[in-house]
């Protein structure tokens, strides 16, 4: 049987961990080899693209791309995962505020900015996730980060709640950014609500249901939402090689490229139009050097 090899946009539930799904997809699919990219909270939904067989040697290349969310933040109220699934911590009045003025709070977070992930992450500290350390109680000083907010829109204020749509860089934390906010207007916030609308270019409109991919591989047809490994990384340039070259590739040597490409790191096909490779262009030599080969007969 031909090793499946692709990639799946699920529609992540609220209520479950990324994790949960990853087992579910397994056991529905029979695939045991499944990565995902991106972790989404239980209390969050939307997004979560699965990468099965060897494309999860390219979970990195579609975590890094720009996420799309939509937050509801609840003012008056902190708790001590910043989340609404953390205990409360302090409850402050909520200033009179007009929608124009979360706007214009919003606006001064765009751009590059500096946050520190909340102690009950899945951040290492000493080798161990830091909410397994918060929850037995110790006090944790995580590392500041730097992360890019491209978009703060305002969808709707409906006091003590509001709801924004976020674009970020990787790495950021929507629940930071709640307690910052809240902290900002003197009155504490926590995030009480999140969809993931997309990661780079894999949307929620195009999602599957697991359910629906359940129900499908039980007649055998869950393989139509299998999406091409090389979506993972359809904005590098495509590499597209004779017999010669493809062989070389796939046997860890480098091919001759004289013209400098327009990325750096791009997308080898054989003459089937097979993916074969993940190359980098080594500039001084002027060749594409295989850095993950996944094909080799």
């Known amino acids: 049987m031909t090793e499946i090899f692709g990639l799946l946009n699920l529609h992540k539930p ?137 978009q703060l829109q305002l969808l709707q204020w409906n006091p003590p709640h509001f709801t924004v749509e976020i674009h970020c860089s990787p790495g950021t934390y929507v629940r930071s950014l709640a307690h910052d906010w809240g902290e900002a207007l003197g009155c504490g916030a926590h995030l009480s609500g999140l969809i993931r609308l997309a990661s780079g270019h894999f949307r929620l409109a195009d999602s599957v249901q697991p359910e629906a991919l359940a129900e499908a591989a039980r007649a055998g047809a869950w393989q139509q939402y299998l999406l091409a490994p090389d979506e993972a990384v359809r904005d590098l340039v495509a590499v597209n090689c004779d017999e010669t070259a493809a062989s070389t590739l796939q046997h860890g040597n480098a091919i001759h490229c004289p013209s400098a490409p327009a990325t750096l790191t791009g997308r080898a096909y054989d003459p089937h139009g097979r993916f074969i490779a993940l190359v980098v262009y080594d500039a001084d030599h002027q060749q594409w050097r295989p850095h993950k080969v996944f094909v080799n007969d």
């Open 14 to 150: 609220v209520g479950c961990t990324s994790r949960w799904l990853v087992d579910f997809v397994s056991r529905a699919t029979g695939v045991k080899k499944i990565g995902h990219a991106g972790t989404l909270d239980p209390l969050a939904s939307g997004v979560l693209v699965l990468c099965l067989g060897p494309a999860t040697r390219l979970v990195e290349y579609v975590q890094a791309g720009t996420k799309v969310y939509q937050a509801q933040v609840t003012l008056g109220v902190s708790t001590t995962s910043y989340d609404r699934e953390g205990e409360v911590v302090s409850t402050r009045p909520v200033p009179p505020l007009a929608a124009d003025d979360v706007q214009a709070l919003l606006a001064r977070y765009v751009g590059d900015i500096v946050q520190q992930p909340p102690a009950f992450s899945a951040v290492k500290v000493d080798g161990v996730a830091a909410y397994r350390r918060a929850r037995r109680g110790q006090v944790l000083d995580l590392a500041l980060r730097t992360v890019h907010l491209s």
